[in-house]
């Protein structure tokens, strides 16, 4: 298995720009979530979805926009690009347990720039 | 609100020393605790879990010790390595969430 895989690794945007961050699963998970990490900081979630179709809010949503139409992909939207989402972004999946517990496995990050 | 939160944002030892990291939570309904370990420039790595109904739990090298009378978790390391080098984070969850909170991080600088 390939686990996680996110692309791009690197992205530099200008202000106004969009994009989408790609992030795809090969384990069969159902939860997938986004996070972003600021310099020297933990992981704000920003989007999380329980299943194909089915998604919702995290901590900091506000700027992105996220789809699930399929179990193994869950695109992360940006539409107008802000130096404020200067940060590395980390794709995560689970498949929680049986008593519902939920330990989390990450991709390698995309690392993106707004100037 | 809830939080998962750090006692420590750096630690540094001599390799060979034994490391301590220490995360203190507030969420008393938390009943599954996990440590992460992210090395420069790669997403967090899965090291050990702990539930609620556990006081302490041994991996390779690795000790997690809960407290849940004071709301206390702690990550013990053996024998630090300069690979141990990274930052650590805690993460709890509740039975029937579908997210993890995490703490802050604490950087862990092994010198040789």
């Known amino acids: 298995n390939a686990g996680v895989t996110q692309t791009p690794k690197f992205r530099i945007l200008k202000i106004g720009q969009s994009m989408t961050l790609q992030c795809t699963q090969d384990m069969n998970h159902n939860y997938m979530y986004w996070y972003r990490q600021d310099p020297g900081m933990g992981l704000k979630l920003i989007y999380y979805?329980?299943?194909?179709?089915?998604?919702d809010k995290g901590e900091v949503p506000n700027g992105y926009n996220v789809s699930r139409s399929t179990t193994e992909d869950f695109p992360l939207r940006l539409e107008l690009a802000a130096p404020s989402q200067t940060s590395v972004y980390f794709c995560a999946s689970s498949y929680p347990g049986g008593s519902g517990h939920n330990e989390q496995f990450f991709g390698p990050g995309t690392r993106l720039t707004v100037l | 609100g809830e939080s998962v939160g750090l006692h420590l944002p750096t630690l540094s030892v001599q390799e060979g020393d034994n490391s301590i990291i220490n995360c203190a939570y507030s969420?008393?309904?938390?009943?599954?605790f996990i440590w992460y370990k992210q090395e420069s420039g790669k997403g967090p790595q899965f090291i050990i879990d702990?539930?609620?109904?556990?006081d302490k739990r041994q991996g390779q090298r690795v000790t997690v010790l809960l407290n849940k009378t004071v709301k206390h978790l702690s990550l013990q390391i053996a024998a630090t390595q300069p690979g141990d080098s990274a930052v650590y984070f805690c993460a709890e969850n509740r039975s029937g969430y579908s997210t993890l909170t995490f703490g802050k991080g604490t950087m862990l600088l092994v010198s040789p």
């Open positions: 979805s329980v299943g194909a179709g089915i998604t």
């Open positions: 702990i539930r609620s109904n556990m």
């Open positions: 969420n008393s309904a938390s009943d599954y």
